[in-house]
């Protein structure tokens, strides 16, 4: 049973067609910009085109992957995070990877249970990202904390995360339910910036 919260983040799964793949956003990150992105936490594209942090019940665009960068001293660094107030070089490539597409699959864990008559059936409902992780991860693994926050499920009202299915977890001996403290689930995005809403069914 899933009764350890160790949130992973939204970790691309699959897409419709072909295998999960990031695309390259030329445009990057501003130089400087203060706040840290980690692997698989939720980014969106802001006014100027470029790559931030998301936000809880807003739209996103997917998922930071990676970002390979110039420094102030013209050394190449490539890394799996963004640093809060890195600087780079001005005139070199700032290249940053997001899985953006609108037909992607996600896995990540809720931060409780998500069995309820009052919310099932669970598949079709919508919910948003956890509020006090959804930009946390380590600093030594580069790797996000975020979550799924079972308290914004919804069947009617517009969430951020669309549920699709239980995720089949060998981690977990096949032993996942909605019931669990902690179920692992498999999500499209329903806030998408490139795409209307819809709400959950």
Do not use: C
Not at 31 to 45: D, E, K, M, N, R
Not at 167 to 195: C, F, M
């Amino acid at each position: 049973m899933a009764t350890v919260l160790n949130g992973y983040g939204l970790r691309p799964v699959y897409a419709e067609g072909h295998f999960a793949q990031s695309r390259r956003y030329d445009f990057g990150i501003a130089s400087g910009y203060a706040t840290s992105l980690f692997q698989y936490q939720p980014v969106a594209v802001n006014a100027s085109g470029q790559i931030v942090a998301a936000s809880v019940a807003a739209d996103f665009i997917g998922v930071f992957m990676g970002v390979t960068y110039f420094d102030a001293t013209g050394l190449p660094h490539s890394y799996n995070q963004w640093i809060s107030g890195t600087v780079v070089q001005t005139g070199q490539p700032l290249w940053v990877w997001v899985h953006d597409d609108i037909n992607q699959t996600y896995q990540i864990q809720a931060d409780g249970s998500l069995s309820s008559s009052a919310t099932s059936p669970v598949i079709g409902s919508q919910l948003n990202f956890t509020t006090s992780n959804i930009g946390t991860g380590s600093t030594v693994t580069g790797l996000s904390n975020t979550t799924a926050s079972a308290a914004s499920l919804t069947t009617s009202g517009q969430g951020q995360l669309r549920i699709v299915e239980l995720a089949p977890s060998p981690a977990l001996n096949g032993a996942n339910t909605w019931s669990d403290a902690y179920p692992e689930i498999r999500v499209k995005i329903a806030r998408h910036q490139y795409w209307a809403n819809k709400t959950a069914v």
